[in-house]
T-cell receptor, first 109, second 112 residues
Framework: DAKTTQPTSMDCAEGRAANLPCNHS???????VYWYRQIHSQGPQYIIH???NNETNEMASLIITEDRKSSTLILPHATLRDTAVYYC??????????FGAGTRLTVKP | DAGVIQSPRHEVTEMGQEVTLRCKPI?????LFWYRQTMMRGLELLIY????????DSGMPEDRFSAKMPNASFSTLKIQPSEPRDSAVYFC??????????FGPGTRLTVT
């Protein structure tokens, strides 16, 4: 599995877009980029995934660079409830998921 | 659907005792996963099943840990004997064919 690198923490103002970066420079061609988040004391929650193309769903958008070495998760209008640890994972079959330390996002009023 | 159900939510036991954690996956999901989360090591995959068959147990720390899935709607993770270093939050997750894993609320285990 490709190793991913994320900033330890980030802040975002409520109502603004939160842009969470992830580096995965060793990602292989068949590995997807997955994003999960974990709100305090709860189980992780799936957000979105992508292979090559940008993806959008009701929760977020995922922008993957053309060389696939990095990606950005975008929460378009962050709310206080989006405060959580966000995990970026590169994995080819969604079975052997290696959750790193993630990015602790704090949304401030 | 009620989501992934885990029991108990909290367990406190003494060192040397047997501990059994239970999980009911979402109906229709083919895969079931057991994870452990600690401050020191983060979230680690212990074992996963596909159609009730263990596929990869390389994350199981040692022989004191065992997991079973006797049918599609039930799995157990057993620790015997338990040790203080086993204290952690244990998560069960399931997923259908596809990409999203659905996690349960976790069981917080404290071994004194």
């Amino acid at each position: 599995d490709a190793k991913t690198t994320q900033p330890t923490s980030m802040d975002c103002a409520e109502g603004r877009a939160a842009n969470l970066p992830c580096n995965h420079s060793t990602i292989s061609g068949n590995e997807y980029v997955y994003w999960y988040r974990q709100i305090h004391s709860q189980g992780p929650q799936y957000i979105i995934h992508g292979l090559k193309n940008n993806e959008t769903n009701e929760m977020a958008s995922l922008i993957i660079t053309e060389d696939r070495k990095s990606s950005t998760l975008i929460l378009p209008h962050a709310t206080l409830r989006d405060t959580a640890v966000y995990y970026c994972i590169a994995e080819y079959n969604n079975n052997d998921m290696r959750f790193g330390a993630g990015t602790r996002l704090t949304v401030k009023p | 659907d009620a989501g992934v159900i885990q029991s108990p939510r909290h367990e406190v036991t003494e060192m040397g005792q047997e501990v059994t954690l239970r999980c009911k996956p979402i109906s229709g999901h083919d895969y079931l996963f057991w994870y452990r989360q600690t401050m020191m090591r983060g979230l680690e995959l212990l074992i996963y099943f596909n159609n009730n068959v263990p596929i990869d147990d390389s994350g199981m720390p040692e022989d004191r840990f065992s997991a079973k899935m006797p049918n599609a709607s039930f799995s157990t993770l057993k620790i015997q004997p338990s040790e203080p270093r086993d204290s952690a939050v244990y998560f069960c997750a399931s997923r259908p064919q596809g990409h999203e894993q659905y996690f349960g609320p976790g069981t917080r285990l404290t071994v004194t």
